[in-house]
């Protein structure tokens, strides 16, 4: 299952920072600023993300048949982790905490529905799912 974790913890990486770079672009106007940003979360929320499959895993809860509602709770406790990091980062950088603040606030939105097609995604393939009880951290 750690396999997995890993391939999920990068593979959300690379969306979340693209997303990150984008969004930091278009609201500084800054390329740099963006990549800068999307730069520091590659390191903080790869661990993150990480610390949170491994803790959404050990719970054990929702399991069974209601894989939706358990990837609805992930996408909203993970956001909530994300958002805070990405405001930090953003406001840390940029030197400017309105700058954080509103980079923090639209990524909320981009990032529940990016994150939320990727639990999906992960649901759906085979990957390194426990083989024991057919099952993956995600149903």
């Keep these: 299952m750690r ?27 800054n ?6 940003i999307g730069g520091a979360e590659l390191i903080t929320k790869m661990i993150l993300y990480y610390f949170h499959e491994r803790i959404w895993y050990n719970l054990r809860i929702f399991k069974d048949g209601t894989s939706r ?3 609805l709770l992930k996408t909203i406790t993970w956001r909530s982790v994300g958002t805070i990091d990405t405001i930090i980062l ?6 400017n ?5 509103a ?3 639209l990524e909320l939105f981009t990032k529940l529905a990016l994150y939320y097609l990727h639990e999906r995604f992960w649901y759906k393939i ?8 057919n099952t993956s951290e995600t149903k």
């Design 3 to 29: 396999k997995r974790h890993i391939a999920k913890t990068i593979t959300w990486r690379i969306v979340g920072t693209l997303d990150t770079i984008l969004l930091g672009y278009l609201i500084t106007g």
């Design 31 to 36: 390329f740099e600023t963006g990549l800068h």
């Design 69 to 71: 509602f358990r990837h």
């Design 90 to 95: 953003s406001w840390w950088i940029s030197g």
């Design 97 to 101: 905490a309105e700058i954080g603040l």
């Design 103 to 105: 980079i923090g606030g």
């Design 126 to 133: 085979d990957y390194d799912k426990d083989k024991k009880t």
